[in-house]
Structures are given as C-alpha cells and as structure tokens.
C-alpha cells in the first residue's frame, strides 16, 4: 500500500535555501523596482534642473550602484524693497555687469564673465521688451550705470553684485550669493532689491543595505547656481511686469516633481 509523504516531511527534504531564497529574490527584486520609482520621481530638483538618474549597476550578489545629478540647495529669494503694484507691460532696460565684492584678481572681468550669464537668464525670461548688455558701466556703481542707462533711453537699470563666490569644481563644494537691483532710471529709484544664496555640496555616495547612491556634479558648478539663482529672482520680476506669470511664492522645495527651464 502506497502512503503520501507528510507535509513535514516534504519541508525537511528542502533546503531553506530552496524555499526562502527564491522568495527574498522577489521581495530584493521589488524594492528595487521602488528604488527606480522614488529616483524617477524626484529627477526634478528644486533648482530647475533635473535630478536625473545617470546609471543603475549590479545584481542581488551585489550592491545596485545608481547615480545622480546633484542639485542646488538654496532657499527662495530675499526681497526687501519691491512694488506695491503690478507694472502690467515690459519696460526696456539696460543690464550692467554686476560688481563683485569679494576680494579676488581680476575681478571685473570674472564679473563680466560671469554676469553674462544672469543676463542671459533674464532675457529668456522676457520680462523686458529690450534688455541691452552693457560692460562700459562695469564695475557696478549705480548713478553713474543710471547715467549711461538715461543716455541710452532705457527705463530700467539692472544691475547688482557678487557677494559671495566659491568654485569647488565637480568635486568640491561650491557655493555663490548674489544681490540683484532694479532701478527707475527716470527717477533714481530701487524698485527692486533682493537677494539669494545657493550651495552644490561635494558629491557624495549614500550607502545602503541593498544600493548605493552616488551624486554626480556638474563640470561647472557655480554657473548652474548662478542661473538657477537667476531664474529664480528673474521670475520675480516677471510677475511684477505681467500678472499673467505670478512668481512662485511658496518654498523652492515644493518644486520638487516640477519641470523648469534648466
């Protein structure tokens, strides 16, 4: 007479390594999925530029290895003199190199270098019906950039300083604070002050039980604050020309699942 195996019996012929391994298999396999998904969801930083995944390497014999980009950690921009009213049409304007007040060499043409591409920001942003780019008036000193802006006919001066500048390479840690200014070039006067700070801290790996992270930045790391700051404070201004695009006025962070111009 043929008997069945007991259900005990069944389990004690089989390794534990053939009954839980296959199921830790699926549960490794799963996390990973979920790992894609938090990496995917969050490729957009809150600095307008995307936090993309580089790379995925490795198998469940190893570590998965993901990379990437890093992002610009800053806070929203620091106003303290701005318009009661909205202007409601684009003004034209002149853009004065900005005048860098940290100590370094050649710091008027760093400045000239380097304001070129806040200038650039700001006339895709097209707050401005004519945005000239002007390096006569550089360094910065506002009557006389308000003398050169009345002569050439604009109605706004745009100008502002480098406070703060810190290259750390793609490697390093980079940081850069900038004070943007708008002036009424018919009266002298500010109608636009702010100012803003951001940081890239040095790429760095985050290591867990089943991956790794790995931050990857940029070659130039101090231009992409520098536009990201740009845009941020450009946006500002954007509002106050054309209600139509109010500026954002809630924490960069909440812009965390956004696409931006960067």
Known sequence: MHTCPSVSGAWRGRS??????????????????????????????PDDTSRTERGVTGDLSMPIQVQVSNFVRRQPPAIYVRPREPLGYRPTALFVPLRTVQQMSNAVTFSNMFSRQIWQVWLSLNAFSALEYDTSAAPFEPQRALAIARARGAQMLVSGYINHYMDGGSGGTSSLSLAMEVYDVKTGTVVWSMAQGGLMDARQVHDFYLFSITEVNPEDPSSLIARTLAWDMGRQVLGWVDPSHPAPRDSSWTDMFKSKAF
Do not use: K, N, Y
């Open 16 to 45: 534990f390594e053939d009954t839980a391994w296959p199921r830790m298999r699926i549960l490794f396999a799963a996390v990973f999925c979920l790992l894609l998904f938090l990496v995917a969801g969050c490729s957009r930083a």
